[in-house]
């Protein structure tokens, strides 16, 4: 059985966190290249609605669900109607209740976050590179999400059977506030906060600025402060929701 | 038309050095995982012969077909008989030669030799994560494969052009040996490799070494030294070899 430790949990989120940061710093390296957010604009032939973006996330997407990604629990799809898996998985035991994980998914908020974000991770502009650009945008949208659905469960788990009559009570009342609320730990989203802008800082320190385009720490850190952080737990209340049923 | 002054060149192998290097961190977070390499061992239904690894490269360089990416000279597909592109690809002046893009590819090697890394790369053992595993594999042979082809390109394009008295006389002669040491330059290797070497060992200075594997960086110095030099200056030769026809 995966470990429910919170200790564990803890750090696993961390390892998780280099990989959203270099995903986004090579995300970074291409203009924000709006023309592959454009309706209509993918260059497909057949596809007059879609956005290149949009199709590339697609079609990710369908390869991963046959490669069986989405029987994991923390690997939510930011797609609906996918082919099912071809692959068979065996999973260990994950300890989590048998809760139903679309509910938890928060990558409808996650995609719209990260979008807000390219203007300020990207230089402003068009470089034709629009095929990498959003190849880039897959990757640290499947980073973002693993990590938020990550702890939205884990977390959760951990912290009800740390503490089941007191969660129980609120989660009978279904009183999304107070659970907000209990499960909040101020001094562990700051030292979050503090640890994501070092890494970020210390990532970049022997790039050659000349050659690749450095990302402002603290665009990060809000990144966090304001999507990661919250939609994690956000994502916690709806699983302790179903927690009991 | 894309640069061919030779300092731009190499800001842009510098600049690809980063993108490989995370890749390579990223996979050794995974253990070695040997079925994952192993023929008939997916565990997809209907494939009795591919390995994971095999079924992963193919799927997502279908994918990437159909996005048009080989219609870059530097990117350079592991698979034949891919389905041509989707998507009207508009791309810059590459001031290169035409010549077959093919004939100067070295995935073979690259992928032989990036087999080869992974059980000293990655940690000995099994721990099931093949999807992830394979996952990061071609995201790491895509980076590999980009830097030594914009290399072999664009480097022996722009060799050719500072001298191409010199260098025609050698191609007329088909003298692969004395092509492979006009363009060699080994103080511009020495620094790449000591550059390299300062990458890995800054990049993973902050990581937490209980939650994160940490990779040698000789590993990553030899896999430059015995790998990515040699078979960018093997297809520099196989590049030159067709620049008069």
Redesign the interface.
């Known amino acids: 059985m995966a470990s429910l430790d919170l200790a564990a949990i803890a ?2 989120l ?2 998780l966190e ?2 959203i940061l ?1 995903k986004l ?2 995300r970074a ?1 291409f203009r924000r290249n709006p023309r592959a957010y454009a309706p209509g604009e ?5 596809e007059a609605e879609a956005s ?1 973006f949009e ?2 996330l697609l ?2 997407e369908r ?1 991963d669900a ?4 989405f029987e994991v629990p923390e690997e939510r799809p930011f797609n609906r109607d996918l082919p099912p898996s ?5 999973l ?1 035991d994950s300890g989590l209740a048998a809760v139903d994980f679309e509910r938890v998914s928060r990558c409808a908020e996650i995609r719209g976050r990260y979008l807000a974000l390219l203007p300020t991770l990207c230089a402003e502009g068009d470089d ?1 590179q629009y ?1 990498s650009s959003v ?1 880039h945008d897959v ?1 640290a949208l499947q980073a973002i999400a693993r990590r938020v659905h990550y702890g939205a469960l884990y977390v959760a788990e951990s912290k009800f059977r740390d503490d089941p009559v007191g969660y129980s009570g609120l989660i009978a009342a279904r009183d999304r506030d107070a659970l907000l609320e209990r499960l909040t730990r101020p001094e562990v989203e700051t030292a979050i906060l503090d640890r994501v802008r ?2 970020v800082e ?2 970049q ?4 600025a ?3 385009r450095l990302i402002d720490p603290s665009t990060v850190v809000e990144f966090y402060r304001e999507g990661v952080i919250p939609l994690t737990k956000a994502g916690e209340v709806e699983y302790l929701l179903q927690r009991l049923s």
């Open positions: 750090g696993t961390e390892g280099e990989t270099y710093i090579d390296q993918s260059g497909f032939t057949g290149l199709l590339r079609q990710q390869m046959e490669f069986g990604r071809r692959r068979a998985v065996v260990p034709g095929g190849e990757y070092q890494k210390l990532a320190q022997t790039v050659n000349a050659l690749r």
